[in-house]
């Protein structure tokens, strides 16, 4: 939503949840900012029912205008395991998928 003033809001961290639906979870100056935020504000905005529905958590950048643009997916963030958005070991907030989320595993009949 850059209109060549300092300050603009152009990237966010949106969590999709299934089967539908989405949460905003952060926005900021910069794709760094928002990926430093968005684990806070996993425990702050995702309701505990709502938890184990999301899916990917998207990393995105407005494109265009201010007033005549859209949100465009950059990449996927590593949804948080804790409550409070804070990861635990090996668990790293910055970490980076590049692809869509794993879809379930189908076990085999014997």
Same mark, same amino acid.
């Given at each position: ?61 407005? %494109? @265009?205008?201010?007033? #005549?643009?859209?949100? &465009?997916?950059?990449?996927?963030? $590593?949804? *948080?395991?804790?409550?409070?958005? !804070? %990861? @635990?070991?090996?668990? #790293?907030?910055?970490? &980076?998928?590049?692809?869509?989320? $794993?879809? *379930?595993?189908?076990?085999?009949? !014997?």
């Amino acid at each position: 939503m850059s209109n060549g003033t300092g300050g603009a809001q152009d990237w966010r961290a949106v969590a999709c949840l299934a089967p539908s639906g989405e949460r905003l979870l952060c926005v900021g100056e910069s794709s760094s900012q928002v990926r430093a935020a968005y684990t806070g504000a996993w425990g702050e905005v995702i309701r505990d029912e709502d938890r184990p529905t999301v899916r990917a958590i998207s990393l995105q950048r407005w %494109t @265009g205008q201010f007033w #005549s643009g859209q949100w &465009e997916h950059q990449m996927y963030l $590593a949804v *948080p395991t804790a409550r409070s958005g !804070k %990861t @635990g070991p090996g668990d #790293s907030a910055d970490e &980076e998928e590049d692809s869509t989320p $794993a879809a *379930p595993v189908k076990a085999k009949k !014997k």
